[in-house]
Antibody, heavy 120, light 107 residues
């Protein structure tokens, strides 16, 4: 059974860079697309972007200027960086897998999520 | 961007009753629509994909229908473990977008 686990700092200072890693276990990162989604406390879900195992990416236009998603197939990990963060970036960040080894499909496996708080 | 709306925001239901949740897209998303169940402190869990295909692990009391811009999630006889927030998501147009959610709570 594929499992995903987010890791990274729980507190980031305003204007600095948020960095998170998602480690995939129980399966290979190859042949799938991998996503980041976030959820501000008490609010709904926002898709940040996704990356293919080959490294091609697609970012939400609302965040595109600040987001980078990368993949390290040797470690079975993919990562998120978000620059120039503000309090509005405070959220639970989830990593997830797109089903069927394709983009433009549903998310069939999710990590448990990690809360990142942005504060001065 | 495709805007997803859900109604009602909160649905109060007694165990054993039927629950009907609606999701609407601002433009057609064909059948590229998923439903997720989220319980407090947990990640969302895939419930329905392709508008009507039930994901592994969910019982037959959950069903999805619709295409284009109008979608429905029905829980035929609500059980205690079904009280949660339900989100719809379109994956037809990028950026993929979620609805604001419907909270199903106990009447």
């Amino acid at each position: 059974q594929v499992q995903l686990q987010e890791s990274g700092p729980g507190l980031v200072k305003t204007s600095e860079t948020l960095s998170l890693t998602c480690t995939v276990s129980g399966g290979s990162i190859n042949s799938y697309y991998w996503s980041w989604i976030r959820q501000p406390p008490g609010k709904g879900l926002e898709y940040i972007g996704y990356i293919s195992y080959g490294g091609s990416t697609n970012y939400n236009p609302s965040l595109q200027s600040r987001v980078t998603i990368s993949v390290d197939t040797s470690k079975n990990q993919f990562s998120l960086t978000l620059t120039s963060v503000t309090a509005a970036d405070t959220a639970v960040y989830f990593c997830a897998r797109e089903a069927w080894g394709a983009s433009y499909t549903h998310l069939d496996h999710w990590g448990q999520g990690t809360l990142v708080t942005v504060s001065s | 961007e495709v805007v997803m709306t859900q109604s009602p925001a909160t649905l109060s239901v007694s165990p054993g009753e039927r629950a009907t949740l609606s999701c609407r897209a601002s433009q057609s998303v064909s059948s590229k629509l998923a439903w997720y169940q989220q319980k407090p402190g947990q990640a969302p869990r895939l419930l329905i994909y392709g508008a009507s295909t039930r994901a592994t692990g969910f019982p037959a009391r959950f069903s999805g229908s619709g295409s284009g811009t109008e979608f429905t999630l029905t829980i035929s006889s609500l059980q205690s473990e079904d009280f949660a927030v339900y989100y719809c998501q379109q994956y037809y147009n990028w950026p993929f977008t979620f609805g604001p959610g419907t909270k199903v709570d106990m009447k």
